[in-house]
C-alpha cells in the first residue's frame, strides 16, 4: 500500500524569483514502532534542529529568503505568505509548507488569522523532505 502527502512548495528559479508549487511526499506501509502495525511513512530526510514559534496576530514579516532549507507544520493559526513573482498561499492548520527559496528575492509572511499561529520549524540537511516529488 502506498499513498501520498501534499506538500505547500517554495522554490526559487535561476533568476532568484519565488514560486509556489504542490508536491507529494511518497508513502509507503512500514513497520515503523515494532510492535505497532504498520503504518504509512515517508522515507527519511536528515534534520539539523527545530524551533517551536509563535507568531502574534497582525504580525508582518519584510521580504526575505528562507535562511536554510526548512520546512513548517502550522498548528494553528493563519500566515498569508506571498512569493516574489506575485502569487500567494494560505497556511494553515495542517499544511506543511516546505520552503527552499534560500537565494532569490524571498517571499513576504503576514499574520491573517485574529489570533496568532504556532507551529514548528524542521531545519533540513539535504534540502529534500522525504524523497518529495514535483
Same mark, same amino acid.
Given at each position: 500500500? %502506498?499513498?501520498?502527502?501534499?506538500?505547500?512548495?517554495?522554490?526559487?528559479?535561476?533568476?532568484?524569483?519565488?514560486?509556489?508549487?504542490?508536491?507529494?511526499?511518497?508513502?509507503?506501509?512500514?513497520?515503523?514502532?515494532?510492535?505497532?502495525?504498520?503504518?504509512?511513512?515517508?522515507?527519511?530526510?536528515?534534520?539539523? =534542529?527545530?524551533?517551536?514559534?509563535?507568531?502574534?496576530?497582525? #504580525?508582518? =514579516?519584510?521580504?526575505?529568503?528562507?535562511?536554510?532549507?526548512?520546512?513548517?507544520?502550522?498548528?494553528?493559526?493563519?500566515?498569508?505568505?506571498?512569493?516574489?513573482?506575485?502569487?500567494?498561499?494560505?497556511?494553515?492548520?495542517?499544511?506543511? #509548507? !516546505?520552503?527552499?527559496? %534560500?537565494?532569490?528575492?524571498?517571499?513576504?509572511?503576514?499574520?491573517?488569522?485574529? =489570533?496568532?499561529?504556532?507551529?514548528?520549524?524542521? !531545519?533540513?540537511?539535504?534540502?529534500?523532505?522525504?524523497?518529495?516529488?514535483?
Amino acid at each position: 500500500m %502506498t499513498a501520498s502527502r501534499r506538500v505547500t512548495r517554495l522554490t526559487e528559479d535561476a533568476a532568484g524569483e519565488s514560486h509556489f508549487d504542490d508536491s507529494d511526499v511518497p508513502l509507503e506501509l512500514k513497520i515503523f514502532a515494532p510492535p505497532a502495525p504498520a503504518v504509512l511513512v515517508s522515507s527519511a530526510t536528515d534534520a539539523s =534542529g527545530y524551533v517551536v514559534m509563535r507568531l502574534p496576530a497582525g #504580525w508582518t =514579516g519584510e521580504r526575505h529568503p528562507s535562511p536554510r532549507s526548512q520546512i513548517f507544520f502550522c498548528l494553528s493559526g493563519m500566515l498569508k505568505v506571498t512569493a516574489s513573482d506575485g502569487t500567494s498561499r494560505m497556511i494553515e492548520p495542517g499544511t506543511a #509548507w !516546505f520552503m527552499s527559496d %534560500t537565494r532569490g528575492k524571498g517571499h513576504t509572511t503576514d499574520v491573517v488569522s485574529p =489570533g496568532p499561529v504556532d507551529g514548528v520549524i524542521i !531545519f533540513l540537511n539535504d534540502g529534500l523532505v522525504g524523497a518529495i516529488q514535483p
